[in-house]
């Protein structure tokens, strides 16, 4: 079947049109996205009018495009930018209303569970256990075991977006900023740590999403252009190497960097800063860059139900 799933990110509204059934890998078909930017849209914990006229009008163009390419069915959900927003409900009844789309609203461990289903399947059972670690424009998910379905999943508030605006919102971080960030997250990262580490080292860690897949990029690992199958990898050494280079660097050099969008680059550093305390942390050399996330993850749940349900 031909299945459209919309995925409403904290940074990016994303259409993915796949070929999927069961037994294979989702083949993507099609692909449409717009840099929401929602994270930077929510003040006084609300979504703004702005915002919310911006989710609105990508929903409207998605179903468009959707059923253009010929999706039989839509999936969409929304992550944390919409999660975290007081008027969440609100939003979502506006968007069903002017659309016809209903979006689900995943909890965050919801997120990093759908995360580890997709890693899981990528990597295989030859992996053995897995930790999977995701940072996302609202949020850090984390998930572990060695099955399917993850022994411990959790979501923490540390994402890219909302860390830059709550700390760089002036523009160049000084150096005060940076200490107090970078406390924050250890903090926040060590606070349930032991939910995975008590299980002991993982046989592969994983890293999933665009900041993690931008950092391994900076740090020497191969473009999008040679495909998914390529290894790659992010060693804490080369991050620890590059963090003081992209402290110092301006908004332009940060956005000139390979595998950097304009749109993301305020949030490349406080990435970095999150992905060094999660290595750190945990222990890990190195996290494994796997080209599967959420939204592959959403995929495989639905074949799983359709396939369940007797569906061809």
């Known amino acids: 079947m031909r299945l459209g799933v919309l995925d409403i990110g904290s940074n990016t509204g994303h259409l993915l049109v796949v070929d999927a059934h069961r037994g294979a890998a989702p083949l993507p078909a099609y692909s449409h996205k717009e840099p929401l930017r929602l994270a930077e849209h929510l003040e006084g914990g609300e979504l703004t009018p702005s915002g919310i006229t911006a989710l609105t009008d990508f929903v409207a163009d998605a179903v468009v495009v959707a059923e253009d390419k010929g999706s ?4 969409g959900f929304a992550t944390s930018a919409v999660r975290d927003a007081r008027n969440c409900d609100a939003v979502l009844e506006h968007v069903a209303h002017e659309t016809g789309v209903r979006i689900a609203v995943l909890p965050g461990d919801d997120e990093a569970r759908l995360t580890f289903l997709a890693v ?27 099955d399917e379905e993850p022994d411990v999943a959790w979501s923490i508030p540390l994402g890219a977006a909302r860390l830059a605006r709550e700390y760089f919102h002036d523009g160049t971080p000084g150096e005060q900023a940076i200490r107090s960030l970078r406390k924050k997250i250890r903090a926040d990262i060590a606070d349930e740590a032991g939910r995975l580490l008590r299980v002991g080292p993982p046989d592969v860690a994983a890293a999933t999403s665009k900041t993690f897949r931008s950092l391994a990029r900076i740090c020497g690992a191969a473009p999008s252009v040679d495909g998914p199958l390529v290894d790659r990898v992010l060693t804490i050494a080369d991050l620890q190497e ?14 000139a960097l390979p595998g950097v969008s304009p749109s993301r680059a ?9 992905a060094e305390a999660v290595m750190d942390i945990f222990d890990l050399a190195a996290l494994q860059i796997c080209p599967w ?13 359709l396939s369940a349900e007797g569906a061809p």
Do not use: C, T
């Open 266 to 274: 305020h949030q490349i550093l406080p990435g970095a800063l999150v």
């Open 72 to 75: 039989q069915d839509m999936v």
């Open 120 to 146: 899981r399947r990528w990597f295989g059972w030859s992996a053995g256990r897995l930790s999977v670690f995701d940072i996302g424009g609202g949020s850090l998910e984390i998930a572990g075991g060695a």
């Open 242 to 255: 590059w963090i003081p280079k992209l402290v110092a660097m301006s908004a332009d050099d940060l956005a």
């Open 293 to 305: 996330a959420l939204r592959e993850g959403v995929i495989l749940e639905r074949l799983d139900q």
